[in-house]
């Protein structure tokens, strides 16, 4: 007989704020916390279902005995225990965590005014600037990741450029096309922008050319042959 785990029973709160983890977007929460939040909901007996250990496992795709330390770690502790990660203070994967005042640290320096003398910033520089400025010691893929979450991309500058051999011609040309870009919103004449498309002529054959003597008539056929429609 396939084996039961204790019950859990959430109340509504507990339930409604599990939801909304699930419901938040994934880069909050980490997919361990995850995976416990929807051990739970599959363990809550509350909403009249009774799963086994391996039903619950399979539903938060997880192994049987992480099903039964949750469910534990609820039952003993209460819900602030169950999807809380309680990390060795010495151990190396907390001291790599990243607190919020330490991401906006990150954030706030990315966002500023670039050091005399560099054109941008980069990672070993927003490293170096963070250790100086702030005694705050991070990696360059630490950084790096923290920008990206919050789409941040200091290294890259917004700027029409203008290419260094253009003729005057050209860069007439493009003031033009930029002021059709800068023109304000207007719902009676707005602006399409069409991008270019190679396109084929589906379907399409020429007429067979008289092939002389040492031509074969039906090579020239078979080259000529009707592309399928897609």
Known sequence: MPKRCKGIFLNEEERAEIKT???????????TILARCRILLALDRSTGYNRTRQEVADIARVSLATVTKVAKLYNECGL??????????????ASLKVDS??????ITLGCSQVPQGRSRWSLRLLKDKLYLDHKTELGTSTINRILKSNDIKPHLLKCWCVPPDASGDFVAAMERVIEV????????????????KPLQKLGDKSDIMNCSHTQNSKFHAFKLYPRNKE
């Open 21 to 31: 983890m699930l419901d938040e977007d994934y880069k909050y929460y980490s997919q």
């Open 181 to 196: 870009y800068l023109r304000p919103y207007d719902k009676d004449y707005p602006v399409f922008c069409i991008d270019e």
């Open 101 to 106: 005042a330490t991401e906006l640290l990150v």
């Open 80 to 93: 602030t225990s169950a999807i809380t990660l309680n990390r060795n203070p010495n151990s190396d994967i």
